[in-house]
């Protein structure tokens, strides 16, 4: 007999439709799956064994073919295992189909108990473009699949439900899930407060103008002066992940089997702090089989910190240019290419020299010449061109390390950012695909960042005295715009301009 299901299988950050094809006729017993499955696919025999036997039902002693189809598509992950056993027991006629047609996935122990499978949120959108009768998966992902509109979900404990809800046996209530009590629970605190840090006010200054408009940071200073205190207080500035962001957000993680179960929906915006060490695999993604996500797709919607930023590799380090630009990565492997989103704020930190101390007037610097250049000549021109913000971070005086901490709370700068970001919202609200002023396009640049004729004498200055290139020029002009913005301003000022200017590279901090 002949039985048919469908399934589906991650690729990327969308989900595509697998035909689960399953064929029981007479011969020597024999169980092949076919239709290009990586090793955790092929593996699924014995466990589908198995979970049949001790579900009560029989696995038949005849010739058993599972084809998955499209047969060029290459499969991987453990979510096939329950379409296969639904599929043999249709085919061996244990269980009759009422004719609906549903999306399923899960992975099977062998016990008959329906486990895990990551990627669920992707399969819940598709499945919901495909409009199918609904989603069947296991219990622990049903509120993660239930958060898309469009599709029934069904969650299932085991093989034996399974079965008996796909042959209309058995009563399964639709799982449905109160998104706005996700939305007002989910937030987590950011682990620094704002107001925790001493003194640095120019750091501070722009970290908020970064917050505002989503623009890389540079920070250069001894150690100890507070650079990655800085960087930590960062996320409690951000505002809070709309919707659909979140939604972008927990896709990425559900497919990197990062999600975790007690948080569903990620709210909140990523903050990612990979070690120097990491190779290029894990910061840009890939992997066996299908390539993963990276640490720039993880940090998507959100933060990307590199501490120590000249002790990365420096082919890792070149390997942001690109993705800074797109704000995505497009991975090739032999027969597949995915790309993956990478809209994040790159936020670094970094020693002014190898010993730390050049222009520390408490600790002498121990530096050759030789020694300082070579340092900074592992961060390239081309890579610090896409840095829009350079801040110096000196180390705190004596009165400023013993007095207690009195600057604005994390709260308080965050309503500014808010205001901001509303600003640009609705400025760029004819373009879904523009939600800063970091992400302003040519056009958009000259017909929002207008410059009197005091500002255009002052950013012609700039670009002799500081030798800015055009993509400096361009980035100057949106920190500018967004500087007006915190300040409530419709049109850039030569006083944002100015200030927008002074946060260029220069000697003093690189």
Same mark, same amino acid.
Do not use: W
């Given at each position: 007999?002949?039985?048919?299901?469908?399934?589906?299988?991650?690729?990327?950050?969308?989900?595509?439709?697998?035909?689960?094809?399953?064929?029981?006729?007479?011969?020597?017993?024999?169980?092949?799956?076919?239709?290009?499955?990586?090793?955790?696919?092929?593996?699924?025999?014995?466990?589908?064994?198995?979970?049949?036997?001790?579900?009560?039902?029989?696995?038949?002693?005849?010739?058993?073919?599972?084809?998955?189809?499209?047969?060029?598509?290459?499969?991987?992950?453990?979510?096939?295992?329950?379409?296969?056993?639904?599929?043999?027991?249709?085919?061996?006629?244990?269980?009759?189909?009422?004719?609906?047609?549903?999306?399923?996935?899960?992975?099977?122990?062998?016990?008959?108990?329906?486990?895990?499978?990551?990627?669920?949120?992707?399969?819940?959108?598709?499945?919901?473009?495909?409009?199918?009768?609904?989603?069947?998966?296991?219990?622990?992902?049903?509120?993660?699949?239930?958060?898309?509109? *469009?599709? =029934?979900?069904?969650?299932? !404990?085991? $093989? %034996?439900? @399974?079965?008996?809800? /796909?042959?209309?046996? &058995?009563?399964?209530?639709?799982?449905?899930?109160?998104?706005?009590?996700?939305?007002?629970?989910?937030?987590?605190?950011?682990?620094?407060?704002?107001?925790?840090?001493?003194?640095?006010?120019?750091?501070?200054?722009?970290?908020?103008?970064?917050?505002?408009?989503?623009?890389?940071?540079?920070?250069? *200073?001894? =150690?100890?002066?507070?650079? !990655?205190? $800085? %960087?930590? @207080?960062?996320?409690? /500035?951000?505002?809070? &992940?709309?919707?659909?962001?979140?939604?972008?957000?927990?896709?990425?993680?559900?497919?990197?089997?990062?999600?975790?179960?007690?948080?569903?929906?990620?709210?909140?915006?990523?903050?990612?702090?990979?070690?120097?060490?990491?190779?290029?695999?894990?910061?840009?993604?890939?992997?066996?089989?299908?390539? *993963?996500?990276?640490?720039?797709?993880?940090?998507?919607?959100?933060?990307?910190?590199?501490?120590?930023?000249?002790?990365?590799?420096?082919?890792?380090?070149?390997?942001?240019?690109?993705?800074?630009?797109?704000?995505?990565?497009?991975?090739?492997?032999?027969?597949?290419?995915?790309?993956?989103?990478?809209?994040?704020?790159?936020?670094?930190?970094?020693?002014?020299?190898?010993?730390?101390?050049?222009?520390?007037?408490?600790?002498?610097?121990?530096?050759?010449?030789?020694?300082?250049?070579?340092?900074?000549?592992?961060?390239?021109?081309?890579?610090?061109?896409?840095?829009?913000?350079?801040?110096?971070?000196?180390?705190?005086?004596?009165?400023?390390?013993?007095?207690?901490?009195?600057?604005?709370?994390?709260?308080?700068?965050?309503?500014?950012?808010?205001?901001?970001?509303?600003?640009?919202?609705?400025?760029?609200?004819?373009?879904?695909?523009?939600?800063?002023?970091?992400?302003?396009?040519?056009?958009?640049?000259?017909?929002?960042?207008?410059?009197?004729?005091?500002?255009?004498?002052?950013?012609?200055?700039?670009?002799?005295?500081?030798?800015?290139?055009?993509?400096?020029?361009?980035?100057?002009?949106?920190?500018?715009?967004?500087?007006?913005?915190?300040?409530?301003?419709?049109?850039?000022?030569?006083?944002?301009?100015?200030?927008?200017?002074?946060?260029?590279?220069?000697?003093?901090?690189?």
């Amino acid at each position: 007999m002949y039985s048919r299901l469908v399934s589906s299988v991650v690729v990327g950050i969308d989900a595509r439709s697998v035909e689960i094809q399953c064929d029981v006729t007479g011969g020597l017993p024999a169980f092949q799956v076919v239709g290009l499955p990586e090793k955790e696919v092929s593996e699924s025999r014995e466990r589908v064994r198995s979970a049949i036997k001790n579900s009560g039902f029989t696995f038949p002693a005849k010739r058993i073919t599972a084809n998955l189809a499209p047969a060029d598509l290459r499969k991987e992950g453990v979510g096939f295992d329950l379409p296969i056993a639904l599929a043999i027991l249709l085919a061996s006629e244990q269980i009759v189909s009422t004719g609906r047609k549903y999306v399923i996935v899960g992975e099977l122990s062998l016990n008959g108990e329906v486990r895990h499978v990551p990627g669920v949120l992707p399969i819940a959108m598709h499945a919901a473009r495909g409009g199918y009768d609904g989603l069947i998966v296991p219990k622990e992902d049903a509120i993660e699949a239930a958060l898309v509109d *469009g599709v =029934p979900v069904y969650p299932v !404990s085991d $093989l %034996a439900e @399974a079965a008996a809800f /796909i042959a209309g046996l &058995l009563d399964i209530d639709r799982f449905v899930v109160d998104r706005e009590a996700l939305l007002e629970h989910a937030y987590i605190p950011a682990q620094v407060d704002l107001s925790d840090v001493k003194g640095q006010e120019m750091a501070k200054r722009a970290l908020e103008i970064s917050a505002a408009g989503g623009h890389n940071l540079v920070m250069s *200073g001894p =150690p100890g002066a507070g650079k !990655s205190m $800085l %960087a930590h @207080a960062l996320p409690g /500035i951000l505002p809070s &992940l709309s919707f659909a962001e979140a939604l972008e957000v927990t896709r990425i993680y559900s497919i990197a089997g990062l999600l975790e179960p007690q948080t569903p929906l990620i709210t909140t915006p990523p903050f990612r702090a990979p070690h120097h060490t990491i190779s290029y695999a894990g910061m840009v993604g890939g992997g066996h089989g299908m390539p *993963g996500p990276g640490e720039i797709t993880l940090a998507h919607h959100g933060v990307l910190f590199l501490d120590e930023m000249p002790e990365f590799d420096r082919r890792v380090l070149e390997t942001l240019r690109q993705p800074l630009e797109d704000r995505s990565i497009l991975l090739s492997r032999a027969g597949v290419s995915v790309r993956y989103p990478a809209n994040f704020t790159l936020v670094g930190a970094m020693n002014p020299c190898p010993c730390g101390h050049l222009g520390d007037h408490t600790h002498p610097c121990t530096c050759t010449p030789s020694e300082i250049r070579r340092y900074r000549k592992r961060l390239s021109g081309p890579f610090l061109d896409r840095v829009d913000l350079f801040v110096e971070v000196p180390r705190l005086t004596t009165q400023e390390l013993t007095s207690r901490p009195r600057g604005e709370r994390s709260v308080t700068v965050q309503e500014r950012v808010k205001r901001a970001r509303q600003i640009q919202l609705e400025r760029f609200s004819g373009n879904p695909g523009r939600f800063t002023n970091a992400l302003m396009s040519s056009k958009e640049i000259e017909k929002y960042c207008n410059l009197d004729k005091e500002g255009k004498d002052l950013i012609e200055l700039a670009i002799t005295r500081l030798a800015l290139s055009a993509r400096a020029y361009t980035r100057t002009l949106k920190v500018a715009r967004t500087i007006a913005d915190l300040d409530g301003s419709s049109h850039i000022t030569s006083a944002h301009l100015a200030e927008a200017i002074q946060y260029r590279a220069n000697d003093d901090v690189l």
